[in-house]
């Protein structure tokens, strides 16, 4: 895993990019120093890029943030998510796992989520003796974002009762601004856990890079993919046989030794120790998405 202060000399080496959002191009507030710049340089070179995220909502609900953020349309090339990737299994019903689900869902997760299931054919219960399958987005603000217990009565009737659960971000915290927050991951590791079905959809799963890589449009052996989790990014990029980009000044930062705040870049020797220990080799890293 080689170490690169930029993108720049990465460059000639892949005509693609397939780029995570949160912990890569923003922290849920604000796109971090010098990723707009460093997109811009992407683009002006000519290269493709696909915006790839773990968002359990669908790509129409993502993209206003974004713009909101700064990230603009002429950025990038299009946009994948978890949610839109879950969207579409669940219309189509042609993989053998979505066939067998029912009907009546419990939609785990918060309002913000519902366009992940809307126009579907299905109903909406409160019931777990009353569902055929639990539909987990992830936690809701309103309940607590910091950890599982506020889930677990339902989630233990959900499991009571059978009912198979269709994660649609497998991520299993996140940094809001400077805050670690679960998502729909650490909810749905809990379910296995407690012998419940899960299907995972997202990063590092590969339905939603076959489709990432389409919209990008350029032969896996030009493809880079950049993203700041090891277990979701790295192992996703290693699974759909592109190369990864460990972009080490996300979500294992501080394990890494580095500091936003304080300007210190993280420790290439624990990382490459890290991405070993989990059966990962990157092609390489970068301190965080910059030129």
Not at 58 to 69: C, D, I, N
Not at 89 to 114: E, N, S, Y
Request: glycine share 10%; proline share 6%.
């Amino acid at each position: 895993m080689k170490w690169h202060d930029g993108l720049a000399s990465l460059n000639g080496d892949y005509d693609g990019y397939i780029v995570d959002l949160w912990g890569v191009v923003h922290n849920g507030v604000a796109p971090y120093p010098g990723v707009l710049d460093c997109l811009r340089h992407m683009r002006a070179a000519g290269r493709r890029v696909v915006l790839l995220s773990n968002a359990p909502r669908r790509t129409a609900t993502v993209e206003p943030g974004l713009r909101r953020m700064g990230v603009s349309a002429d950025l990038y090339d299009g946009i994948m998510t978890s949610g839109e990737c879950t969207h579409r299994l669940l219309a189509a019903r042609t993989d053998p796992w979505f066939a067998r689900l029912g009907r009546r869902m419990i939609h785990l997760g918060p309002d913000r989520d519902v366009d992940i299931h809307a126009g579907l054919d299905v109903d909406v219960v409160t019931d777990p003796a009353q569902a055929d399958f639990v539909l987990n987005t992830g936690p809701d603000a309103a309940l607590g974002e910091e950890d599982v217990t506020p889930y677990l009565p339902l989630l233990e009737q959900c499991v009571a009762h059978g009912l198979p659960m269709v994660c649609a971000n497998p991520d299993q915290q996140v940094i809001r601004g400077t805050q670690r927050l679960i998502c729909a991951g650490a909810m749905a590791s809990w379910y296995e856990a407690h012998d419940g079905a899960v299907r995972w959809i997202g990063k590092p799963y590969p339905e939603v890079y076959e489709l990432a890589l389409s919209l990008l449009d350029v032969p896996r052996a030009r493809v880079l993919a950049l993203g700041d989790a090891l277990a979701t990014d790295m192992r996703g990029a290693k699974t759909a046989g592109i190369d990864g980009c460990w972009v080490l000044g996300g979500i294992h930062q501080e394990m890494l030794g580095g500091s936003w705040a304080e300007g210190r870049n993280p420790d290439h020797d624990l990382a490459v120790a890290e991405a070993t220990a989990a059966g990962l080799a990157p092609a390489a890293c970068v301190p965080s998405l910059r030129w």
